[in-house]
Structures are given as C-alpha cells and as structure tokens.
C-alpha cells in the first residue's frame, strides 16, 4: 500500500503557485491587420476591463496598462546558523572534552503591502500582420491572457508564439 506524503502536496503548490507568479512575456500575431486597426481595439479592451493606459506612444505603439494594485501578504523567513566547535582534552589528563556551540537566528519579515499590476504592450507591423508584445510584471498575473479572445472577437484571426 502506497503512504500519501503531504510533503508532495506543498511542493506542487510551491512550483504551481511559482508559474502564476512570475512575470511573463506574451507575443500574439494578428493577421491581416494594421497596426492602426488594432489600437483602436486593444484601447477598447483596456477600457471595458477597467484598466488604464499610464503611457501611450501611438507612432511606436508602445502602451503601458495600469491593471490596478494587488495586496501582497505578509512573508516572514527565518534562517538558523549554528557553529559548533570540539576542543579534544590535553594528552594525558583527566579533563572532558570541551564543546562550544554559537547558535544565530535571523528573520526577515516583509509586512503585506500593496502593489501596482501593470503591463508594457509593443503592437509593431509585420508585413500584412501585427505583433503584439505583451511583457507584464509578476503581480500581474494572469490579467491579460484574454486579450487574445477579444482581438478575435473583433473579427481577426490571431496566433500565440
């Protein structure tokens, strides 16, 4: 019979939560399309998400999205040295052996604080297409994986890379 350690249990949610956490970089290809055509979507989709635009370059499609502040709790780390030094008796005497242990513990304690989401976006032409660059920061998220829905929800045919 196989013992189920809850060990594993915390490993996997570590590694998982890990993914979710990190920053990523997102590229989409829209095809068929113009830069010009496409702005004027994704600004819709900022908007009807509650998002803001903080920066804006339309010449070099450039955008920076505000997706709003998210707390971040508390993290405590606590670190445990520990030294310990043997000092053997003299050669022929009676004495016992010597130990001396030199214990150090340091905590780190982060308190929760919230935090900006936000996300630069590059919408560069290529030939008869768009690439949308989408490099968003760790407490985003998820936030903008459904852009791509909502770009083909407008009528275009959109790929991941």
Not at 60 to 66: D, E, K, L, P, S
Not at 100 to 105: R, V
Not at 134 to 159: F, K, P
Request: hydrophobic letters at 35%.
């Amino acid at each position: 019979m196989r013992t189920f350690r809850p060990g594993w249990i915390l490993l996997v949610m570590l590694l998982a939560a890990s993914f979710l956490l990190t920053g990523c970089v997102s590229t989409l290809l829209v095809h068929n399309a113009k830069v010009a055509d496409i702005i004027p979507v994704f600004k819709d989709y900022v908007g009807t998400h509650g998002y803001t635009v903080s920066y804006e370059n339309p010449a070099t499609g450039q955008y920076r999205v505000n997706l709003g502040s998210v707390y971040v709790p508390e993290v405590s780390e606590t670190t445990k040295n520990q030294t310990v030094v043997v000092q053997p008796p003299p050669k022929d005497s009676n004495l016992p052996t010597t130990s001396y242990e030199d214990t150090t513990w340091r905590t780190v304690s982060n308190p929760g604080h919230y935090v900006d989401a936000t996300a630069v976006v590059s919408l560069t032409q290529q030939d008869k297409d768009v690439q949308i660059v989408i490099d968003s920061n760790s407490e985003a998220g998820t936030s903008l994986n459904d852009v791509r829905d909502y770009i083909q929800g407008a009528g275009y045919t959109v790929d991941s890379k």
